[in-house]
């Protein structure tokens, strides 16, 4: 508990007669459950329940499911505090993989706050996420705690429409773009791993540190979108300024291509061209040698008239 407040002179402490391997921890629990009528313990009286309190910061009162969600607020203010960007957060992070994300490697800094590294983070989120829309047994969290995570977190608890999936289609694009992979070679079958290489792209770990997978089937992803701009799919078509910037910034047309007979022929003229020239080279050869032999033979007998 010392660690956490950034003490290490322990000397001190042991020469205030304390024990460092005291559970301390365990004694405030106790403490609280003789408070609360459990246990054979002798609960606290009024007045060191008030000392506790006001003078330590320590109440008895049993938390409330709903107070989960300001501790859960109270550890994104901590990561905040390090430029840690808690809007990244997915359901299977833990504090150092979220950490992680941002480039942050400091970790002594998180644990002297009294974070634990491998605390599910992102299960937490869920967990409100979810008692925000009335699933599971509990509380929600309130309006003013949906408004702080969302304004001052970048956490919305509302539930992503499918039309969202579009935005966040274009939010890695914006990604790829940044390290300048062209976004506009995407085909259906492509990873975002595949879509780097073809631009040249190898350093996945910057990708993976953006919070990309490389295994996001991106390809099908657009697919799906494309469909669902023309009707044939029953999610929620891009918007007109969607479309538009998947054209005009990543190059990424949603048109179905109309293959003209102009267009045909061109290409079965260009697939077929080289091959013409090459049957054509031969019946000059042929022709040219054919003559060679009738000169030859006029060579020979003159008087022979053709």
């Known amino acids: 508990?010392?660690?956490?407040?950034?003490?290490?002179?322990?000397?001190?402490?042991?020469?205030?007669?304390?024990?460092?391997?005291?559970?301390?921890?365990?004694?405030?629990?106790?403490?609280?459950?003789?408070?609360?009528?459990?246990?054979?313990?002798?609960?606290?009286?009024?007045?060191?329940?008030?000392?506790?309190?006001?003078?330590?910061?320590?109440?008895?009162e049993r938390q409330e499911r709903e107070n989960g969600t300001q501790i859960f607020i109270d550890k994104l203010k901590i990561l905040k505090k390090y430029k840690i960007d808690t809007s990244k957060i997915t359901s299977r992070d833990t504090i150092k993989t979220l950490a992680e994300k941002s480039g942050f490697t400091d970790f002594e800094k998180l644990k002297r706050e009294g974070l634990k590294l491998e605390e599910k983070i992102g299960q937490s989120k869920t967990s409100i996420t979810q008692a925000y829309r009335g699933q599971g047994e509990r509380t929600p969290p309130t309006e003013e705690q949906?408004?702080?995570?969302?304004?001052?977190?970048?956490?919305?608890?509302?539930?992503?429409?499918?039309?969202?999936?579009?935005?966040?289609?274009?939010?890695?694009?914006?990604?790829?773009?940044?390290?300048?992979?062209?976004?506009s070679k995407i085909t259906k079958s492509d990873t975002i791993k595949t879509l780097a290489e073809k631009s040249g792209f190898l350093d996945f770990e910057k990708l993976e540190g953006e919070g990309l997978k490389l295994e996001d089937k991106i390809g099908q992803s657009r697919s799906s979108i494309a469909q669902a701009h023309r009707g044939k799919a029953e999610r929620t078509p891009p918007?007109?300024?969607?479309?538009?910037?998947?054209?005009?910034?990543?190059?990424?047309?949603?048109?179905?291509?109309?293959?003209?007979?102009?267009d045909i022929?061109?290409?079965?003229?260009?697939?077929?061209?080289?091959?013409?020239?090459?049957?054509?080279?031969?019946?000059?050869?042929?022709?040219?040698?054919?003559?060679?032999?009738?000169?030859?033979?006029?060579?020979?007998?003159?008087?022979?008239?053709?």
């Not at 660690?3 to 007669?17: D, H, R, V």
């Not at 969607?242 to 005009?248: A, E, N, T, Y």
């Not at 019946?283 to 008239?305: A, C, F, H, R, T």
């Open 1 to 60: 508990m010392a660690e956490k407040s950034g003490i290490i002179q322990f000397e001190k402490l042991i020469e205030a007669g304390l024990e460092l391997e005291d559970k301390i921890g365990r004694s405030k629990s106790t403490v609280a459950q003789a408070y609360r009528g459990l246990g054979n313990s002798t609960p606290p009286t009024e007045e060191q329940v008030r000392i506790l309190r006001d003078e330590y910061g320590i109440s008895l």
């Open 146 to 183: 949906v408004r702080i995570l969302m304004d001052e977190y970048g956490i919305s608890l509302e539930r992503q429409e499918r039309e969202n999936g579009i935005q966040i289609f274009i939010d890695k694009l914006k990604i790829l773009k940044k390290y300048k992979i062209d976004t």
């Open 239 to 262: 918007t007109e300024e969607q479309v538009r910037i998947l054209r005009d910034e990543y190059g990424i047309s949603l048109e179905r291509k109309e293959i003209k007979t102009q």
């Open 265 to 306: 022929a061109k290409t079965t003229y260009d697939a077929l061209a080289p091959q013409c020239e090459e049957a054509s080279q031969i019946i000059e050869s042929l022709i040219e040698e054919q003559q060679q032999q009738v000169d030859s033979k006029n060579d020979i007998n003159p008087d022979v008239q053709e």
